[in-house]
């Protein structure tokens, strides 16, 4: 099976840069997601890295290290908003996601 | 982007009784839908994958007769929980691969059901 481990809080101010880690347990995957959900709401897709290294994306940059079994979402620029849990999920191929454990961050002012 | 639409938000229903979920995909055909359960502060666990004109797969654990899934068209997927029981209250989300995205999965705004 897998497993994802991730913090399971952050806090950091506003403006801040912010950086959450998963690590993960798989015998194969194709790439390692990650999601953003607020309280009561519906996750929402930020990144997903197929390949080893950074990808970037606006505030968000999302990194994969297979060889360490590794990756974190960066935040830079931090926004109030941005208060939430953010998931790693690890794409396996069979459509579906395999989610993390989810780290809630609190962004203060 | 695509969108999922999830009914009803939230509901309360007695123990004994059943409840119905439906998911629609209002902008795209969804061939297959996912359906996921979460608790207060937890992940998401998925619970089966709904396949349209076929019988859905469920994850082990997951007892297919208390939680009937059914794809009856490319747009709807529904998840009725049968006899329900209040440890069955949780948190209950479907999704969908986003046509829009290469990579990534659309979700419904999910479903907070209490059993009382």
């Known amino acids: 099976g897998q497993s994802l481990e991730q913090p399971s809080e952050v806090t950091a101010v506003e403006g801040a840069i912010v950086q959450m880690n998963c690590t993960y347990q798989t015998s194969g995957f194709y790439g390692l997601s990650w999601y953003q959900q607020h309280d009561g709401g519906a996750p929402t897709f930020l990144s997903y890295n197929a390949l080893d290294g950074l990808e970037e994306t606006g505030r968000f940059s999302s990194f994969l290290s297979r060889s360490d079994s590794y990756g974190y979402l960066l935040l830079q620029e931090l926004q109030m908003k941005d208060s939430a849990s953010y998931f790693c999920a690890l794409d396996t191929g069979r459509r579906a996601l395999t989610f993390g454990s989810g780290t809630r961050l609190q962004v203060q002012p | 982007g695509a969108v999922v639409s999830q009914h009803p938000s939230r509901v309360i229903c007695k123990s004994g009784t059943s409840v119905k979920i439906e998911c629609r995909s209002l902008d795209f055909q969804a061939t297959t839908m996912f359906w996921y359960r979460q608790f207060p502060k937890k992940s998401l666990m998925l619970m089966a994958t709904s396949n349209e004109g076929s019988k859905a797969t469920y994850e082990q654990g997951v007892e297919k007769d208390k939680f009937l899934i059914n794809h009856a068209s490319l747009t709807l997927s529904t998840l009725t929980v049968t006899s329900a029981h209040p440890e069955d209250s949780s948190f209950y989300i479907c999704?969908?691969?986003?046509?829009?995205?290469?990579?990534?999965?659309?979700f419904g705004s999910g479903t907070r059901l209490t059993v009382v």
């Open positions: 999704s969908a691969p986003d046509p829009g995205q290469t990579y990534g999965y659309t």
